[in-house]
């Protein structure tokens, strides 16, 4: 076996063990904003994803996604650019203990080194769900961010349960 022989099964065990993390998100939709004639083009995406922990939350997440040959082939790396909202469908119950700044989301942005997520905080005194998105890599992030606030309110005449989140 050669060394890149194994270097590229290492590399594509790695990558396949990334992405078997990641939470399931469903295509919205998407938007292109860099026409390639030959390959695809770089776009805007945008997933929703339910919050695991939490029923009644769901957010929507615009990401950028990079085209052209590299994106194509899965090699190329995605700029940190997201935006996030997220909001209350349904009564919110929460179903297992929350952890501070706990990751509900995380999507691979380059081959190996980069990845986008989404984390959670809880607002004790305001009874809000605050989620952020960011990017960071191996060695150093990216200070671009979003974040979203879902306050707990009543849904119809059913009460928030928050009594796990505490």
Request: with cysteine.
């Amino acid at each position: 076996m050669t060394f890149f022989g194994a270097t590229l099964r290492g590399t594509l065990a790695l990558g396949l063990f990334l992405a078997a993390g990641s939470a399931a998100a469903e295509t919205i939709g998407d938007v292109s904003t860099k026409f390639h004639w030959i390959s695809p083009d770089h776009k805007i995406v945008v997933e929703a994803f339910d919050d695991p922990k939490i029923e009644g939350i769901s957010c929507y997440l615009s990401r950028a996604k990079t085209g052209g040959f590299k994106g194509a082939f899965g090699v190329a790396e995605d700029t940190s650019d997201a935006s996030i909202t997220c909001l209350q469908v349904g009564p919110i119950t929460v179903k297992d203990e929350l952890d501070e700044g706990e990751e509900v989301f995380k999507r691979r942005t380059s081959l190996i080194f980069k990845s986008m997520q989404v984390v959670r905080f809880l607002d004790e005194k305001r009874s809000t769900f605050v989620y952020l998105v960011y990017s960071d890599r191996v060695i150093e992030g990216s200070p671009k961010n979003s974040i979203s606030a879902v306050p707990a309110m009543p849904w119809g005449n059913v009460q928030p349960d928050l009594a796990k989140a505490r």
